[in-house]
């Protein structure tokens, strides 16, 4: 589960005194299992609700649980231990451009560490569900950006995570290609094994996934959540 009570996170300007309100006393309980859009106009939050989850940030103030782990209080020798649970497909998240589709998979278990054997398995599989074993000995350069994006997805999926968090994963896309994507990424998620957590800025590529939970930023605030919205909380 993903707890985040009365998170506050302000970021310093270097050059001023000068600070800046990011997130502003968010409270957002995530159950596992849980598929959620995050959405919000630029600046509103949302990166920095990511880099609060990959604990590439810490919060200003507030509590942030992810399930057993206390963000505020993590020691840093946990930290990758911590981070080996969480999928991250981020929009600027390139990759290799001298790997192939594949190495750029196999690299993602190899810096855990995991055993040549277990990677000559699992990549294999991972790229024949995202559809893309046809490109496997390609370059980035060479395929499509739906390609390359489900290439970024298989990465992010090749450890299994118990969390898979997608930031902007249709920027750029084709229409048909964003609706790919997206398809995938809730099927992801749709078993109940995984938490899958997608930034977007398409509101209305969302549209057509209705029983989906949408978590709504404005301004570092949460202004609209479905799941309460429906029980009659405020939205
Ligand atoms: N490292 C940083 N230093 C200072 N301010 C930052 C930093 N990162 C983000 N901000 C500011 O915090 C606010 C929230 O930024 P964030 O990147 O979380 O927004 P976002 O919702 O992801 O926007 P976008 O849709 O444009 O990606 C913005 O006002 C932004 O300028
Ligand atoms: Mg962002």
């Keep these: 589960m993903i707890e985040f009570k009365h998170v506050t996170k302000t970021y310093r300007s270097t050059t001023r005194e000068t ?3 990011a997130l502003n006393d968010i409270n957002l309980k995530i159950d596992d299992g849980e598929v959620v859009f995050l959405v919000g106009s630029n600046g509103a939050g949302k990166s920095t609700l990511m880099r609060l989850l990959t604990r590439m940030e810490t919060p200003t103030s507030g509590s942030l649980i992810v399930n057993k782990y206390d963000l505020r209080k993590i020691r ?3 930290i990758p231990e911590y981070r080996s649970q969480i999928g991250m497909d981020f929009q ?7 790997y192939t589709v594949y190495e750029n998979v196999a690299f993602a278990m190899r810096v855990l560490g995991k ?3 277990a990677i000559k398995t699992t990549v294999p599989l991972v790229l024949s569900m995202l559809d893309i ?3 496997a000995n390609h370059f980035p350069m060479e395929i499509s950006g739906g390609e390359q994006q489900r290439t970024a997805l298989a990465r992010a999926l090749v450890n299994n995570p118990k969390i898979l968090i997608a930031d902007e994963p249709t920027a ?3 229409p048909s290609m964003s609706r790919e994507v997206m398809d995938l990424l809730v099927s ?14 398409d509101v209305k590529l969302i549209q057509n996934y209705k029983n989906i939970r949408v978590v709504k930023f404005e301004h570092g605030k949460i202004v609209y959540d479905s799941k309460n919205a429906e029980a009659g909380a405020d939205a």
């Design 19 to 21: 600070t800046v309100t």
């Design 76 to 78: 840093k020798r946990k």
């Design 92 to 98: 600027d998240f390139k990759l290799f451009p001298k």
């Design 115 to 117: 055993s040549s054997k």
């Design 133 to 135: 074993s046809a490109r």
């Design 172 to 174: 750029n896309l084709s």
């Design 188 to 201: 992801l998620g749709e078993n109940g094994k995984r938490t899958v957590l997608i930034i977007t800025h």
